[in-house]
């Protein structure tokens, strides 16, 4: 369950990044990838994460 966290965070947040450098420089696949990044860390990595906060809590 860590790893698998981790990962997706390490994951998500790289493809938010770059999205993001992309959209900078205007260059083509920004909106896509900036859009899966964002999505990616709404809808995997925080449910992913608060539930592995509240099993090490517990």
Same mark, same amino acid.
């Given at each position: =369950?860590?790893?698998?966290? &981790?990962?997706?965070? *390490?994951? &998500?947040?790289?493809?938010?990044?770059?999205?993001?450098? &992309?959209?900078? =420089?205007?260059?083509? +696949?920004?909106?896509?990838?900036? *859009? /899966? +990044?964002?999505?990616?860390?709404?809808?995997i990595y925080?449910? /992913?994460?608060?539930?592995?906060?509240?099993?090490?809590?517990?």
């Amino acid at each position: =369950m860590k790893k698998i966290v &981790f990962i997706s965070g *390490a994951l &998500f947040s790289s493809l938010t990044l770059i999205g993001i450098l &992309f959209k900078i =420089m205007h260059w083509p +696949g920004a909106t896509i990838t900036f *859009a /899966f +990044g964002l999505t990616g860390l709404a809808l995997i990595y925080i449910p /992913f994460y608060a539930v592995y906060k509240y099993k090490k809590d517990k």
